[in-house]
């Protein structure tokens, strides 16, 4: 798995959580970053959008994160992933910049995930989504991680 995101991550508390879920998943995910854009927003957007796009391999299958996006539970969302896996196609996460994604992002995506209806910061948004993937992956290999809670 690939999590292609805008913007440098530097060390400190978001990097922190991000590695500690990095070291634990099954299958690994590879961290890919790209230049933050600059110029006014709507310029910002389409070089983010092109350094990303650059980024996925042929036949890629892509996963936007956006505010928007479906949102499953964990355990649907376990399910999903499973799904993806399974598809043999390079499974591919991107998380855009301070501007958001690009239209053209979202167009080549094959679908689009939230994390809820808040606005994260999108350094944090990569530490979020890694710690769904291990809960997602602890939910399908029944390990004990997750505890569902409810009845
Ligand atoms: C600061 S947000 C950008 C907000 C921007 N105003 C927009 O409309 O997308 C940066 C990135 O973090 C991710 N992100 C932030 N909040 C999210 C959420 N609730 N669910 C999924 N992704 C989120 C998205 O990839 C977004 O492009």
Redesign the pocket.
Known sequence: MRLI??GRLKDGPERALLERYQQRLNPKLEMIEVAEGRGAPVEIKRREAQALLACLPTNALVV??????ERPDSVMFSQRLETWLGSARPLCF????????DATVMARSDT???????????ML?RG??AEQLYRARAISTGHPYHRAGRP
Request: charged residues 10%; proline residues 7%.
């Open positions: 995101a805008v936007a994160l956006d505010e928007g996006g991107l998380i855009g910049g301070a501007e958001g994604l689009s995930l939230s994390l809820g209806p808040m606005t994260w910061p999108h948004v979020l989504l």
